[in-house]
């Protein structure tokens, strides 16, 4: 299996405090992976430094099969090269319909005179219909994305990550405020997703992640405390210590 | 908005049709401007005296400059308080040729009468005296290098305002100053220029500007009358093909984009969207825009001077967008309209004072009291502004369910189908 994402020795500090320490990361082309850690292991601060919203103090991360460096790439960049993110609290774009929030998502070009030209074809509608079945919003298409539920608005947002076809997506606790039913939708979604692309789960919840049944990598302290089957990592003794024995 | 079906196959529709409010805005527009011709003393019966079709033209212009408020800010979010800086810009390029050609042909004139030709340079000079001699110069300053040529000046209506945007955008949207700094930028830029204009060695007459713009060179025979018409059509004209201009942007992924920079603009970057060159894009557009909203608007004053780029015009403008509702084209169209309007109808003393027995209010004095008061207003209480009525009146006869069901179980009409 192919390496994706390979992130080596990175340090970052927010006035003096270290927030992520001499991390490691890999993760394959095909992989799905849940980060778990206590709070303020630096699990979002990874993230954000993969996509570029946080710069690091050392390190490198090499991305793809050229090994590109995202350490001077921006935001937008690394989104057009195949990097998508999730954030923490659901954003869509309210004032806007589902259909336009994933029409916007679309991998198409992204400069703004093509954007300008750009009218969507009928197998770009498809596509759309299509995401929509598989997100579970298909008859709520032409409503405004603001009047979706709390559950429903996470899942268009892992819906416009698929339209955007990423190579790696980076999903930051994708199952808050769920309920059970709209837990195990996820799980599958995201279980689908990862057949074909790199998955990066972050996530409070051990029954969320037990239940994604990959391989987890627990971070403590900003560095990466211990990774493997979720079996191996909770009969680990410094992750008790650290995080489930709380 | 997105009225577009999502049924494979579909046609596209025709832009009037998936907007009914550009038809309709477009044939109030027509009939406004055909009825106002007819009304006029150039073409019609004479109702409506010369200078108030001037005033109805330069607001056409004022709602042309209005649109491309509302495309920044109402769309894109960007609250530039400098946009009257490119309108002036647009009539002070304009400007430059009206005056330098119309001087001219005076000074051609009264040399004719000398003995000897008069040489090319003798004429310069005596042009360069003529304009010049009230800042006390008498040679042309570099920047009316291409004041002779009309061509390279209404190039410069577009190319000037367009180039400052675009310089001026590339470094602040670069370093991603946005909200409220963003609008303290703009503000000093607008500030910077007007005061430069300002000064006598500006090479643009200082606190004098330009003035005669209202006489076109070498038309001296046609009647105020029929020029003011012509400049009438020509911003009405400009108006309806700027509203036609903003809706097509606004109408497809262009609009979905910017209206979620406007929303979330970290989030549209995690999209893949650049959105910097977005911004600048929008920026330098409705610099553009203005700029020819400025170019029709002061040949109809007569005059530009700097303190028609001081900030506080800039500020108007964001008010009039507010006040008429940002966010819908036509809102802006409205609200510049009505407000400026309104503005002329009480500074031009024809409001009647009201007397408290103590006090009199004096409408010219008191009216930017009353616009502070409901600009405030509107901001707390109706943030739609007077465009939002519209939504008032459309939902009493059609309650927008936002395409949901129309009953109770799963297979219910909905209310697309209901529609049909």
């Not at chain 2, 042009?127 to 000046?153: C, D, K, N, Y």
Request: with cysteine; net charge neutral.
């Amino acid at each position: 299996m192919s390496t994706l994402l390979e992130v080596s020795g990175v340090s970052v500090s927010f006035d003096g405090f270290k927030a992520i320490n001499n991390l490691s990361f890999q993760i394959g082309a095909q992989e799905l992976r849940a980060v778990i850690g206590p709070n303020g292991a630096g699990k979002t601060t990874f993230m954000d430094i993969i996509t570029s919203k946080t710069r690091p103090d050392e390190g490198r991360i090499s991305y793809g099969d050229k090994g590109l460096s995202l350490l001077s790439m921006s935001e937008s960049r690394i989104a057009q090269a195949g990097i998508g993110r999730k954030f923490q609290r659901p954003t869509v774009f309210e004032d806007q319909s589902v259909a336009d929030n994933l029409m916007m998502a679309l991998r198409k070009a992204r400069g703004p005179l093509r954007v300008l030209m750009f009218r969507p074809t009928p197998a770009d509608h498809d596509r759309i219909a299509e995401l929509a079945g598989e997100i579970g919003l298909s008859g709520m298409l032409h409503r405004k994305s603001g009047e979706l539920s709390h559950g429903q608005k996470q899942w268009l947002e892992i819906g416009m990550l698929l339209a955007q076809e990423p190579r790696l997506l980076l999903v930051d606790e994708p199952a808050a405020g769920m309920t059970p039913a709209e837990r195990e939708h996820t799980t599958d979604i995201l279980r689908e997703a990862a057949r074909t692309r790199a998955v990066v789960v972050v996530e409070h919840d051990m029954e969320f992640v037990r239940r994604l049944g990959c391989k987890v990598t627990v971070l403590h302290e900003g560095s990466v405390l211990a990774e493997g089957s979720i079996d191996h990592v909770t009969k680990n003794e410094k992750v008790i210590d650290v995080y489930l024995g709380r | 908005m997105s009225e577009t079906s999502l049924t494979s196959g579909q046609t596209r529709t025709p832009l009037a049709l998936r907007f009914p409010s550009v038809l309709v805005f477009l044939a109030m527009l027509a009939l406004f401007t055909l009825g106002v011709t007819i009304l006029s003393e150039g073409f019609g019966i004479g109702v409506i005296s010369t200078s108030f079709v001037k005033t109805l033209g330069k607001t056409l212009c004022l709602c042309l400059v209005a649109l491309a408020m509302d495309l920044v800010w109402g769309y894109c979010g960007i609250l530039s308080l400098g946009h009257m800086a490119f309108f002036g810009l647009g009539g002070y390029a304009i400007g430059m040729w009206l005056m330098y050609e119309r001087t001219r042909l005076i000074v051609v004139d009264s040399l004719a009468a000398s003995e000897l030709p008069p040489t090319a340079q003798e004429i310069s000079d005596g042009i360069a005296t003529q304009i010049f001699g009230v800042v006390g110069a008498s040679e042309f300053p570099p920047v009316w290098a291409f004041a002779h040529s009309l061509p390279i000046q209404l190039a410069f209506v577009v190319l000037i305002p367009g180039l400052l945007a675009f310089v001026f955008g590339w470094l602040a949207f670069r370093s991603r100053v946005t909200g409220v700094y963003l609008s303290i930028l703009t503000q000093a830029m607008t500030l910077a220029l007007s005061l430069y204009l300002f000064q006598n060695d500006s090479g643009l007459r200082g606190n004098n500007g330009l003035s005669g713009l209202q006489n076109l060179p070498g038309l001296d025979a046609v009647p105020q009358a029929t020029v003011s018409l012509w400049f009438f059509w020509g911003s009405a004209f400009a108006l309806g093909a700027g509203y036609l201009l903003c809706a097509w942007i606004v109408s497809g992924k262009f609009g979905s984009v910017i209206r979620a920079i406007r929303d979330d603009e970290a989030r549209v970057r995690f999209l893949g969207y650049p959105v910097e060159a977005f911004k600048l894009f929008i920026f330098t557009l409705t610099a553009v825009i203005a700029g020819i909203a400025g170019a029709l608007y002061y040949p109809q004053a007569g005059i530009i001077n700097p303190t028609e780029i001081a900030p506080i015009a800039s500020i108007y403008l964001a008010v009039w967008v507010a006040i008429g509702g940002r966010g819908r084209l036509y809102g802006a169209v409205i609200g510049a309209a009505f407000v400026s309007l309104l503005s002329t109808w009480f500074t031009g003393g024809q409001a009647p004072d009201i007397n408290l027995g103590f006090y009199t209010i004096q409408w010219v004095n008191w009216w930017t009291v009353l616009l502070g008061l409901s600009f405030v207003a509107v901001t707390l209480f109706a943030p739609k502004g007077i465009g939002g009525l519209v939504d008032i009146i459309a939902d009493r006869t059609s309650p927008n369910r936002h395409g949901a069901d129309l009953g109770p179980d799963p297979g219910a009409l909905r209310e697309k189908e209901a529609d049909k």
